[in-house]
């Protein structure tokens, strides 16, 4: 069975950084893409950014193009989101999840993803 875990989030002021970590334990990493997702209080769940199997692919969402990167470290099981520039509206728990097949139209659809972590609160706030 496949296991998620996310680390990392934390309280941060505005232009702050967090490195986030997924480590994924039940299978082997480089069977899956890897994405991570958030969801702010009363909002939707938004994707952030998927990286593919080899890190080949790396997808990201117009909230963290240029501030945000995904990288993947498959022999220590671990995917990472590094936030850069952080502002309030990044506050959210952050997930993640993963995904046999990865493109650039359903990376960012929740439905493509089959496992899911329980998330880690980041909050970004003066």
């Known amino acids: 069975q496949v296991h998620l875990v996310e680390s990392g989030g934390g309280l941060v002021q505005p232009g702050g950084s967090l490195r986030l970590s997924c480590v994924v334990s039940?299978?082997?990493?480089?069977?899956?893409?890897i994405g991570w997702f958030r969801q702010a209080p009363g909002k939707e769940r938004e994707g952030v950014s998927c990286i593919s199997r080899y890190g080949e692919r790396r997808y990201y969402g117009d909230s963290g193009k240029g501030r945000f990167t995904i990288s993947r470290d498959n022999a220590k099981n671990t995917v990472y989101l590094q936030m850069n520039s952080l502002k309030p509206e990044d506050t959210a728990v952050y997930y993640c999840a993963t995904t046999r097949f990865v493109s650039g139209d359903t990376w960012s659809h929740r439905g493509a993803y089959t496992s899911w972590g329980q998330g880690t609160q980041v909050t970004v706030s003066s």
């Open positions: 039940g299978v082997t990493l480089d069977y899956y893409a």
